[in-house]
Every structure is written in structure tokens, then in C-alpha cells.
């Protein structure tokens, strides 16, 4: 009996790390196409792929030792860090939106900075210092964990549904993004609540974590539908579908399935 109660805390963190490092590793890829393509401008810019980077190995120290030290210094600063950048990077992003003529209309929330990188950073710190911090009060670590990536969830859905709109949702498989991880997110939604972890939930999320695999490799096909293909990958690359978008989901149900662990943990 001891050793399943140490087995399932374990899982529950290891599931909570490689979510965080999933999201973690989004918002690097994500950030340095990104702001390579805005050429840096700001020396900002390189905060968000410092931080991702840092919070990486930490996400991988955790998974290889899940009761490691959790009250380590670096890795509070780093998952502090990562969510400051964050936020910072929303104040940014929202105010460039602003300036431009139009301000925050279709135009330019569909050509402008996206917020939802900058909050994907916070979410992905934020995940990291709940599974170092699992070993609490684990009713209220579950509960609270999987109400954030409900949230989380939901955006990422909204953020795919603004740019697959823009893309006239041409493929009919642009609609799954948009239609199945916000019934995922409903429904780890509702067991956070309830604090119970129902197979059907869990259910969800994997297919919502497939969804993430699958949307790369649409991605990376309507790359090479660009004119020169992979061939010309240097401009394609930037001006084609973001190829580490998707990822976002796949972390976050990871990450969803974690909390569904300690929920169902702090049950048993």
C-alpha cells in the first residue's frame, strides 16, 4: 500500500513535468521563429527563449527525480522567471496591437504579436511549480492544477480558432482543434470542481494530446504546399503555418492528465 501511494505522486509529477516542458519547449521553438523574424528588435525578445530554455532542464531534472529538491532556489527562480517574462510579453504584445492603425481589430489580431505566446509561457511556469509542489495539500494541488489547464486549454482552442478562421478554415481538419479541446477542457473543467477523476475526462485529453502530434504534421504539410516547399524552408518556415503551435495542446493534456492523478489520488 505504501509504495502505490508513492507511485501515484510520482506519475502524477512526472506527467505535470513533461507537460510543462512540452509547453516550455512551444514557446522556445515558437518565440526564437518568431522574434528571429522581427529580427530582435527588442533585446526583450530574447527573454522568453532564456527562460524556456532554463525551465527545460528544469522540467527534465524533475522527470528523471520527481521528489528531487523542490525547494531548490534556481528552480523557483526559474519558474518565477518564466512567468514574469510572460506576463511582461503579454503587456507587450497587446500594447504593439494597440499602436498599430486599427488598434485591436480582425486585421491585427490576425497579423499582429499573438498574446497567447506570451501566456502560454506563464502557464508552462506555473505547471512547473505545481509539480514541484505536489507533495502538499494534494486536494487542492489536483483540483487547482487541472482548473489551469482547463483554462489553458480553452485559450490555446480560441488562439487556433482565430488563426484557422483567418486561414478560412480550408481543411476540414482545421475544425478538430477547435471542436474537441474545448470539450476536453470542459470537462477536466468540471472534474476540478467536483474534485473526481472520471475515465471519460482522461479519455479526452489523450485524444486532445494526439491532436497536438497530428496538427505538426498538417503544419509541417502546409509548409511544403508554399511555394519552393521545404526546399525554400528559410522563408516557409516563416510565413507558413507555426509548426510548434500544436505542441500546446499536447503539454497541456499532458499536464491535464496529471492533475487528473492527484485528484483521483487525493480520493483514494
Known sequence: MASATIRGPDSAIRLLSAGAGLVHSAVLADSGVEHYRGSFRNPAMLLPLATSTVNIAIDCTRLVDARGASDSGFRLAGQG????????????????????????????????????????????????????????????????????????????????????????????????????????????????VA????PTTAALLIVTAALGFAGAAFHAYGVSRRMGGWRNWRQNILAGPPLPAPAAFTGLAVAGLGALRLIGGARG
Open 81 to 192: 522567471g518564466a512567468m514574469a517574462v510572460g506576463l511582461i510579453g503579454m503587456g507587450f504584445h497587446l500594447f504593439n496591437i494597440g499602436k498599430r492603425p486599427g488598434g485591436f481589430g480582425w486585421g491585427n489580431l490576425f497579423h499582429a504579436a499573438p498574446i497567447g505566446a506570451p501566456a502560454a509561457l506563464v502557464l508552462a511556469g506555473a505547471l512547473g511549480a505545481a509539480a514541484d509542489r505536489a507533495h502538499g495539500p494534494i486536494i487542492f494541488n489536483g483540483r487547482a492544477v487541472g482548473a489551469l489547464c482547463a483554462a489553458g486549454i480553452m485559450g490555446t482552442a480560441a488562439e487556433a480558432a482565430l488563426l484557422h478562421f483567418r486561414g478560412a478554415f480550408q481543411n476540414p481538419a482545421m475544425w478538430l482543434p477547435v471542436a474537441v479541446p474545448p470539450i476536453a477542457a470542459a470537462s477536466l473543467a468540471i472534474d476540478a
Open 195 to 198: 474534485g473526481r477523476a472520471r
